[in-house]
């Protein structure tokens, strides 16, 4: 470690600094301890219990939460649905805004147009722009369907089949993530040397298909490892959309919607609190090896 | 064509994205009697911004949404900043004990996600009667460990030089910390502003579990119950509504570009 170098070690200030330290981090450990550390544990508490909110008498149930968790339609059915929306917007906004990234890259004078236009949507407001998607996707009065028609298809009833449901949340969480990973690979591709792509010329990969796939492609990789978790995190947390579109009518719950259901609008504070554990458990698969990462970087 | 094409292709891509901001728009300022006129020309038969508009400030307290948006942001803000730029001071430049411990903690947390913690969090202030508050609201994110991870790397490359000649100077520690080491990461900091307002003007989650009182609620907790009771009844004041609760943070981010995509993408870990 830099430690010593960081602080060059003069015993005396040593000392002084000593309690110095504390004071300035004792707000810091103080809410440290009352957001994350005693809510962690309470948590922990709660998922091996019956307790509802307001109850008077509660008892140890043990696994029993967890069990009833993998047993219950609506959390196994949110899983699915969660899984499904996950497997439906990685992929394409991953490799979609890889594309994107790729083109504006190339663009001297326009560049900061595409940005912009591209990366708006992440800056809106969701809860608002869901409401305007709402509209969009109408089956009569939306244009998205009147251009279905004019092509000469059926409409399409996208929230109001079932079946679309899912997909039709995935389409908006993809309109929503584009803008953002096309920001993470344009810094990803700014850092590849260009003497890399030259050095590939030279060696006969005349195509920008041939520079692509043996410099860039593999010089993405960290990127593309980032963005992958990054979107994977966001997509299992996915919630507004379902508040405003679906409130999980017709079986469209995803995990975060079906948690916020039980901990908070049916008040099964235990229950609520396993299925809580579960949640954090996807997550913290998702993002320890990343952030392990993130804080390897920044000490070499 | 070469050169055309990548410009084609874009262009197609950024009409798709853009396509809800213009609807959006178009339909605030259009009367709700062309509410079946899918076309997208832009310029209405009977402009009606002034209707809409004005019948979405009256359904709902939009301009309370906003004041509370503003309320609940800054608060935040100011209380992330405040303990967060002390602990990373002292993660940076100070020796004391428990400090690797701390930064292993602040790395740990880095990987929690709120939805994690609002359980306990909500028993917690249901049983104190803190519901319904701007202190509910906002005590969850009080404390930023992401603010302690960024401002202690950026902490870190400040000379030591100058610390300790500060010191010989006299000055106390809180005035390093503050009026010396700070400014040279004003960057960081106005990065980090941009991200945590951004994140908790849009957050819905929270908001919707402790607030039921509309007279304190944000804008996208404000949105939602508006869209529940205009329910497609009358989309023209929706959609202004959409847009004035949109409207801030797009105005900000056309504004200082440079500096909103700096603070958003700072982080996967939102």
């Known amino acids: ?38 809510p962690i544990v309470v948590l922990t508490g709660f998922s091996i219990t019956d307790y509802r909110l307001g109850a008077l008498r509660w008892e140890f149930v043990g696994l029993q939460n967890f069990r009833a968790a993998f047993q219950d339609p609506v959390f196994v ?75 000469g298809f059926d409409p399409v009833s996208f929230l109001g089949n079932p079946a ?26 700014t850092a590849i040397p260009n003497d890399l792509l030259d050095a590939a010329r030279m060696d006969g990969a005349r195509s920008p298909i041939d520079r692509f796939l043996t410099v860039t492609w593999p010089m993405l990789g960290p990127t593309t490892m980032f963005v992958i978790v990054t979107t994977s995190i966001s997509a299992f947390k996915v919630f507004e959309t379902v508040a405003v579109l679906t409130k ?53 | ?44 038969r009977d402009f009606s911004a002034v209707q809409n508009y004005g019948q979405a400030a009256s359904t709902v307290p939009m301009a309370r949404f906003m004041l509370n948006g503003v309320i609940v942001c800054g608060g935040i803000l100011i209380v992330q900043v405040l303990t967060a730029v002390p602990a990373a001071y002292a993660l940076a430049k100070l020796r004391f004990p428990g ?17 994690a913690l609002a359980l306990p969090l909500f028993v917690g202030l249901a049983r104190t009667n803190l519901l319904n508050t701007y202190f509910a609201q906002m005590m969850p994110f009080f ?66 579990i402790v607030v039921s009182d509309m007279a304190i609620a944000p804008p ?13 009844a009358n989309y023209g004041a929706l959609m202004a509504g959409a847009a004035m609760i949109t409207a801030p943070m797009i105005l900000c981010f056309l504004l200082a570009r440079r500096s909103f995509i700096a603070g958003i993408t700072m982080t996967g870990v939102k």
């Open chain 1, 1 to 38: 470690m830099t430690d010593a170098a960081l602080t060059p070690a003069a015993p005396a200030r040593g000392a002084i600094a000593l309690p110095r330290g504390l004071i300035f981090v004792a707000p810091a450990v103080l809410l440290m301890l009352a957001i994350y550390i005693l």
């Open chain 1, 77 to 151: 059915r949110a899983l699915a649905n969660t899984a499904l929306y996950a497997v439906l917007v990685i992929p394409t906004g991953v490799f979609l805004a890889l594309g994107i990234a790729l083109l504006v890259q190339g663009r001297r004078h326009s560049r900061a147009l595409w940005e912009t236009a591209y990366f708006l949507p992440v800056t809106a407001t969701l809860v608002a722009m869901a409401t305007v998607w709402q509209f969009l996707l109408h089956p009569t009065l939306g244009p998205v369907n009147a251009a279905i028609t004019w092509a």
């Open chain 1, 164 to 189: 679309l449901l899912i997909p039709t949340l995935a389409l908006i969480g993809i309109w929503q993530v584009l803008g953002f990973n096309m920001v993470l690979f344009l810094a990803g591709l």
């Open chain 1, 248 to 300: 999980g009518r017709s079986g469209s719950e995803t995990l975060l919607y079906a948690l916020y259901l039980e901990g908070f609008e049916y008040s099964n504070t235990g229950y609520a609190a396993a299925l809580t554990l579960i949640f954090l458990a996807i997550v913290l698969v998702l993002s320890i090896g990343q952030t392990l990462r993130m804080d390897r970087r920044v000490h070499y």
């Open chain 2, 1 to 44: 064509m070469r050169r055309v094409l990548p410009h084609l292709i874009l262009g197609l891509g950024a009409a798709l994205m853009l396509l809800p901001f213009y609807w959006m728009i178009l339909t605030s300022i259009r009367a709700p009697a062309e509410i079946f006129d899918v076309s997208l020309w832009p310029v209405p």
């Open chain 2, 99 to 115: 400090r690797r411990l701390l930064m292993a903690l602040v790395i740990g947390a880095l990987c929690i996600p709120m939805q």
């Open chain 2, 143 to 208: 404390l930023s460990v992401f603010a302690i991870f960024l401002f202690r790397q950026s902490f870190r490359s400040y000379p030591d030089e100058i610390i300790e000649a500060a010191r010989m100077d006299g000055f106390s520690e809180m005035e390093i910390c503050w009026r010396l080491v700070l400014r040279g990461s004003l960057p960081s900091l106005a990065a980090f502003s941009v991200f945590s307002v951004v994140a908790h003007w849009n957050d819905l989650y929270w908001p919707l």
């Open chain 2, 220 to 232: 996208p907790l404000g949105m939602l119950f508006f869209s529940d009771v205009e329910s497609g």
